[in-house]
Nanobody, 123 residues
Framework: QGPLVESGGGLVQAGASLRLSCTASGTTFYGYTMGWFRQAPGKDREFVASILYTGSSPYYADSVKGRAAISKDYAEATVWLQMSSLNPEDTATYYC????????????????WGQGTQVTVAS
């Protein structure tokens, strides 16, 4: 089991909001970029959002811009993904990930992963 654990997923109706949490165990991941990815059945894993270790430079995929907000608490080693106006296209398993250094949109560059939390949006 990796050092990252996600929570907050569930079944919601279209238009609802949801906040996902990712907690690091045993480390604060100082110096790491934290990212959120998602993967739907039959689809490739895709980038959702990232944030630098300083808590600055949040970046979002076009598919969630205006609907997502990533934030972190360095002291508590936690990163959140707040999403609103959810639609069925957002249905996926959401993963928290970490990589050392600057941001990347490529999941292959991330070293640590959580097990994922399922988000299902009913139509």
């Amino acid at each position: 089991q990796g050092p990252l654990v996600e929570s907050g997923g569930g079944l919601v109706q279209a238009g609802a909001s949801l906040r996902l949490s990712c907690t690091a165990s045993g480390t604060t991941f100082y110096g790491y970029t934290m990212g959120w990815f998602r993967q739907a059945p039959g689809k490739d894993r895709e980038f959702v959002a990232s944030i630098l270790y300083t808590g600055s430079s949040p970046y979002y995929a076009d598919s969630v811009k205006g609907r997502a907000a990533i934030s972190k608490d360095y002291a508590e080693a936690t990163v959140w993904l707040q999403m609103s106006s959810l639609n069925p296209e957002d249905t996926a398993t959401y993963y928290c990930a970490a990589k050392y250094g600057s941001r990347s949109f490529d999941y292959n560059n991330y070293e640590y992963w959580g097990q994922g939390t399922q988000v299902t949006v009913a139509s």
